[in-house]
């Protein structure tokens, strides 16, 4: 069964880092491009970066842009993404997804989310 799993959320003072990982399994992890969303309490779910299947092309929300950066190793199933100087408006349960466009079909998988709480 597909899971994606989100780890590394929690609790930091602005000007901190996280990392926060997605351990992927039940599917091809290496076909599947990925990605890292948020969602602040009363906005809507934001793209923050993304990253394709071979890491050949990487792309960040502006807001982000030079704090953060997204990886993943193919081998290991799992996709990072390293958040620096964070600032509290980068409070938001984090989401992972996997996504792929295959012969028509689209495949899109969610893991169940990772609170980042920025704050003094």
């Known amino acids: 069964q597909v899971q994606l799993v989100e780890s590394g959320g929690g609790l930091v003072q602005p000007g901190g880092s996280l990392r926060l990982s997605c351990a992927a399994s039940g599917f091809t992890f290496s076909s599947y491009g990925m990605s890292w969303y948020r969602q602040a309490p009363g906005k809507e779910r934001e793209l923050v970066a993304a990253i394709t299947k071979t890491s050949a092309v990487i792309n960040y929300a502006d807001s982000v842009k030079g704090r953060f950066t997204i990886s993943r190793d193919n081998s290991k199933n799992t996709a990072w993404l390293q958040m620096n100087s964070l600032k509290p408006e980068d409070t938001a349960v984090y989401y992972c997804?996997?996504?792929?466009?295959?012969?028509?079909?689209?495949?899109?998988?969610w893991g169940q989310g990772t609170q980042v709480s920025v704050s003094s």
């Open positions: 997804n996997a996504h792929r466009v295959f012969l028509g079909n689209e495949y899109d998988y």
